[in-house]
């Protein structure tokens, strides 16, 4: 008999928030923004140096699925990467440098009409977690990777499962899909490829063959038939 969870709860994701109008005059007197009240919320700002034209004389720091890459022009960063480009001025006197929990973050797309990119200053931390969540997961290795339990921390049946493999000594990697966006867009692309939609976890892959919910006959069944190659 397949059990099934009761179904998890769709995840969704903010957007970052639109800049400020780069049309605004420059302050008469230069001096580093001070930090929003809201620390982790990105706030529209006019940094004590320019951002505009190529971007020469700035340290720039990009990201992609690969991880982070520093530039010394806008040239050298990727279209798809220029939305979110960390900025920094390294001929800045020491008194208008951020504090090291800080960064300025630039729109590098499109210019205002003052010929400056739209900047933001955020937390380090904010700035890190976007870099995060464009990150591929870690590669398992084909041991681990064979089965693989998508779960949800609240789920019994999920719990079951796992304990059942282990009793019978089947190495396997749990996944939670409420806590990890990568390993909830693998399932659906997994339970998508075999025609299938998940209403519910667990979704079990077991060595390619997608089980939504706990069947233990079957998965009985299929340690059977690949136990020489397990």
């Not at 769709?10 to 639109?18: D, I, S, T, V």
């Not at 109008?21 to 982790?40: F, I, T």
């Not at 949800?152 to 304990?163: E, N, R």
């Amino acid at each position: 008999m397949v059990l099934l969870a009761c179904a998890a709860s769709g995840l969704a994701w903010g957007c970052g928030n639109p800049v400020g109008d780069s049309s605004a005059e420059r302050s008469g007197s230069a001096e580093a923004p001070q930090p929003a009240a809201s620390g982790e919320t990105p706030t529209a700002v006019k940094p004590p140096f320019q951002v505009k034209g190529d971007a020469s004389g700035l340290l720039l720091s990009w990201f992609d699925g690969q991880g982070m890459h520093a530039a010394g022009k806008l040239a050298d960063i990727p279209e798809a990467s220029r939305a979110q480009v960390r900025v920094e001025s390294l001929s800045a006197p020491p008194d208008l440098q951020l504090d090291a929990d800080h960064v300025y973050v630039a729109d590098l797309r499109k210019p205002g009409s003052d010929g400056n990119y739209p900047v933001r200053l955020a937390t380090r931390t904010w700035f890190d977690a976007q870099v995060d969540h464009i990150k591929p997961p870690a590669k398992l290795d084909n041991a681990q990777a064979s089965v693989v339990i998508y779960k949800a921390s609240w789920c019994g049946v999920c719990k079951s499962a796992a304990a059942f493999l282990r009793e019978r000594h089947i190495a396997f990697v749990e996944k939670d899909v409420e806590k990890d966006p990568h390993a909830q867009a693998e399932m659906l692309r997994k339970t998508q490829e075999k025609g299938l939609s998940p209403h519910g976890v667990p979704v079990i892959d077991f060595r390619g063959e997608i089980m939504l919910g706990f069947d233990q006959g079957r998965l009985e069944s299929l340690i059977d038939r690949y136990a020489k190659a397990i």
